[in-house]
């Protein structure tokens, strides 16, 4: 029987994540049973999100207990089924996590189709990551024509396609992200108005320059410095989607703002919308974003970038490069050949 290789939690972090918190494994490749599926991890994808389950504090999802493996989407390949909905060869979006093979029932997987885009888009600009851009602008931010919208982390997988689907959308898109490489691109190959360097002494101050009508919509996948230096600058009823807080992840301790108060009162005299959000929330949706926006890919109006590792033994470095901004583009894993 053939070994497989799984990456667990050892230990729950404390602050950044360090390689003790993780061990990698080996155990013996699963037969599928009555009903099931044997998949085989193709690509592996790497989000923010999981440090928040690498901790057992109070969350939207339970988090990974510690020595199970870690949680992620990944895509894979069906090598053996039982299972009449699907067949060997078929190449399936699921959650298998950071392994290298994974028994299903079937429940919750989906059929990528390799013919629509490269299958490494499923977990990236037509997964997840995509589907939250297009749900968190469209249904929070709600950007109209003229308007200025602002984005965090703007080379990411997510911010990448906000200010795309912005400019889509008639709306002005700044971007912020860190580095002069990665601020290049967002401006210069992916078409965003402006983009500005969160590592920058003078970011509010640019800020403020390159958002002369103030900022109506501020996607937020950051927090910290980046959000201290919006605030001043959001409109009157701005909406301000809140995907994620990456800049506070690695934090040992929580306490407000010493400017809460004055926050909460921009808050009512702007009459501002702040909405924090989950993809799953807006599951309904799914139909609408993989029509829009394998359309904009194809018609080269969404345009993205893949930073891939290989190797299922690279996932910790790289899932700890991520939390530090290390990644260009959407971090992935390459596990294994497209074909067995």
């Not at 390799?114 to 995509?130: E, F, H, Q, R, Y």
């Not at 893949?306 to 990644?327: H, I, Q, R, W």
Request: contains cysteine.
């Amino acid at each position: 029987m053939s070994q497989g290789k799984r990456i667990v939690l050892a230990s729950r972090p404390v602050g950044e994540p360090k390689p003790s918190d993780f061990r990698l494994e080996e155990y013996a490749v699963p037969e599928p049973g009555a009903g099931q599926v044997l998949l085989r991890t193709i690509w592996l994808s790497l989000d923010p999100y999981m440090r928040g389950r690498m901790s057992d504090g109070p969350s939207y999802a339970q988090p990974v207990p510690v020595g199970g493996v870690m949680e992620a989407g990944t895509v894979s390949e069906v090598i053996a089924s039982n299972n009449p909905g699907f067949a060997k060869g078929d190449i399936v979006l699921s959650r298998a996590g950071w392994q290298t093979h994974a028994l299903s029932d079937g429940k919750g997987l989906s059929k990528v189709d390799p013919k629509l885009a490269p299958i490494s888009t499923a977990v990236g600009v037509l997964g997840m990551p995509g589907m939250t851009a297009y749900t968190g602008l469209l249904d929070i931010g709600k950007p109209q024509a003229g308007e200025t919208v602002v984005v965090a982390a703007a080379s990411g997988a997510v911010g990448s396609a906000v200010g795309q689907i912005a400019r889509i959308k008639g709306a002005r898109a700044v971007g912020i992200a860190g580095g002069k490489d990665k601020c290049d691109f967002v401006k210069n190959e992916l078409g965003f108005d402006d983009c500005l360097d969160h590592r920058d002494p003078d970011l509010a101050a640019k800020l403020k320059e390159a958002c002369p009508k103030g900022i109506d919509v501020y996607f937020e996948n950051v927090g910290g410095a980046v959000f201290e230096a919006v605030f001043p600058l959001l409109n009157p009823f701005a909406r301000v989607p809140v995907c994620g807080l990456i800049a506070h992840y690695n934090d040992t301790e929580s306490k407000p703002p010493k400017w809460a108060a004055t926050m909460m009162r921009a808050i009512l005299t702007k009459r501002l919308t702040f909405r924090g959000f989950i993809v799953s929330d807006f599951a309904a949706r799914h139909g609408d974003f993989l029509r829009d926006m394998s359309q904009w890919v194809r018609e080269g109006k969404v345009k993205y970038k893949e930073f891939v590792t290989d190797g299922l033994e690279s996932a910790p470095d790289a899932f700890m490069g991520l939390l530090k901004g290390a990644n260009f583009g959407k971090q992935l894993v390459r596990v294994g050949p497209d074909k067995a």
